[in-house]
């Protein structure tokens, strides 16, 4: 069975029982409130886990230890603020909470099988400078604004992006809210298995 380290500031472990939930039956899954650039510590992280949830605000100091572990490791990234991990050309643009149809997404049909509807809180835009696969994306009324000026519409807003073994998120897809009444938890297992299924896991 594959282990699952979910990061998280440790007085929101209870926010993730959800996805802890979600993934039981297929990963361990254990908690920690920080990755240090420590080469012990990261070198014990390496070897026990094959998965991890990053869902708390990076900071300049996470930036080495998460560059390391992209390297062999499937990360899946709330991304909460603009940080030189993550290639934004822009500051995250903020939408609000949004409910998106499964059949309105550019991404592959794999991630949506068995979903209908995935709900998204406090989500924001990610306007990216470099390639990235599409994961999620808005629906046909979805707006981006700057301002009174309509920055980006329907299916050119972005919520999640793929690159090889990493998985990038600008919304909440993951906490119990979120879950709740959608149908995330399938949509994250299916994402999972289309990361496991492409990386080289040691």
Do not use: Q
């Amino acid at each position: 069975m594959l282990s699952v380290l979910v990061v998280a500031e440790d007085a929101e472990w209870h926010r993730y029982k959800e996805l802890e939930e979600c993934l039981i039956n297929d990963y361990h899954v254990e908690y920690t409130d920080r990755i240090t650039s420590d080469i012990a510590e990261l070198s014990k992280i390496e070897f026990s886990y094959e998965i991890i949830f990053f869902l708390k605000r990076f900071e300049m100091s996470d930036i080495p230890a998460i560059s390391r572990l992209a390297k062999s490791k499937i990360l899946v990234l709330h991304v909460k603020n603009k940080n030189e991990l993550v290639p934004l050309s822009e500051d995250l643009l903020p939408v609000g909470d949004v409910k998106l149809n499964a059949s309105a997404m550019r991404g592959k049909l794999e991630y949506f099988k068995g979903v209908d509807k995935i709900k998204l809180l406090d989500a924001c835009h990610m306007e990216l400078n470099e390639e990235f696969e599409v994961i999620l994306n808005g629906n046909r009324n979805t707006k981006v604004l700057l301002g009174d000026i309509t920055f980006r519409t329907g299916k050119n807003v972005i919520f999640g992006v793929r690159r090889d073994n990493m998985a990038l998120f600008s919304a909440d897809i993951f906490s119990n809210e979120a879950m709740r009444d959608s149908d995330n938890c399938r949509f994250i297992k299916n994402l999972l298995k289309e990361l496991v299924g492409s990386a080289e896991i040691y």
